[in-house]
């Protein structure tokens, strides 16, 4: 079982910049991939973004494109998430998630992982 634990999270303003962290909360073995996804109040949980277990490959969601950058420690249960030019429309609860994996690949759906952090609140005013 891997437990993960986000942060960073927060309130902004429109235009600014968070940076979200995602650590296991103790040794892990094996690799993952990881994601980061969303959920706004009274909203299914949405896929935001997506690194393979090396961190060479990436994928976004076409509403956060060019502004996030998803990023992973080689080799490690880690991931960042580089937010860049916040709108309000991306204020929500951010979850970071994991899958154990024996390829390169990443994955962009909720139920395609297997762990799961609390959540991070990002809150981005107008």
């Known amino acids: 079982q891997v437990q993960l634990i986000e942060s960073g999270g927060g309130l902004v303003q429109a235009g600014g910049s968070l940076r979200l962290s995602c650590a296991p909360s103790?040794?892990?073995?094996?690799?993952?991939?990881m994601g980061w996804f969303r959920q706004a109040p009274g909203k299914e949980r949405e896929f935001v973004a997506a690194v393979n277990w090396s961190g060479g490959t990436t994928a976004y969601a076409d509403s956060v494109k060019g502004r996030f950058a998803i990023s992973k420690d080689n080799g490690k249960t880690t991931t960042f998430l580089q937010m860049n030019s916040l709108k309000p429309e991306d204020t929500a609860v951010y979850y970071c998630?994991?899958?154990?994996?024996?390829?390169?690949?990443?994955?962009?759906?909720?139920?395609?992982?297997?762990?799961w952090g609390q959540g991070t609140q990002v809150t981005v005013s107008s």
């Open positions: 103790g040794r892990t073995s094996g690799t993952h991939a």
């Open positions: 998630a994991a899958q154990p994996v024996l390829s390169s690949n990443l994955y962009t759906k909720v139920h395609e992982y297997s762990y």
